[in-house]
């Protein structure tokens, strides 16, 4: 059991640290307001990877295999992307302190971390996958338990990635922000 949760630990963190959209708005949000809408994005992000972990574990991701499935939440993530890119592009105009942080600025940071997750075509490719997978770490026939337990070790790494991520975000890009904005004047 401990070579489970651990596989899963080590799993967890790979998907996690790929770059991606998820990853941009981090530094995005970062940037602006630092380790917290960091940590909101990533956070957020969790609870995306946690809903198709569920699903791909109970077998559903198999479902999302068909085409009439697949295709609608390809294109609300693209839809999101493309409103994503929108909003930065229109955020760039404007001329924000980065001391300061808006007030809405966690709960959208939150929301954006969720809404990327869940309509990440990776995120659904990945799981439908894994539900399938436990044999490549040895679990032939897999119970609930054995599904439970690369839970809690996919989980566990997530957490982690959420503070680290978002921490490393508020050190080298906050300030780096910071600096860019002096030199700019």
Known sequence: MTGLFAAAFLLGLVFNAAPGAVFAETVRQGVRGGFRPALA??????VGDATWA???????G???QVDALRWPVGLAGAAYLVWLSWDSWRAARVEYSLDATPAR???QALRSGMVL???NPQNLAYWAAMGSALGAV???QP??????IFFAGFMASSILWCFVCAAVVDRLFRRAGARWARLDR
């Open 138 to 140: 040895g679990i032939t």
């Open 143 to 148: 119970t609930a338990s054995d599904y439970g």
């Open 54 to 60: 569920v699903l791909g574990l109970a077998g559903i």
């Open 41 to 46: 994005v990533q956070v957020g992000s969790l």
């Open 105 to 107: 600025a966690g709960r």
């Open 62 to 64: 198999m479902a999302m």
């Open 117 to 119: 997750s869940v309509t």
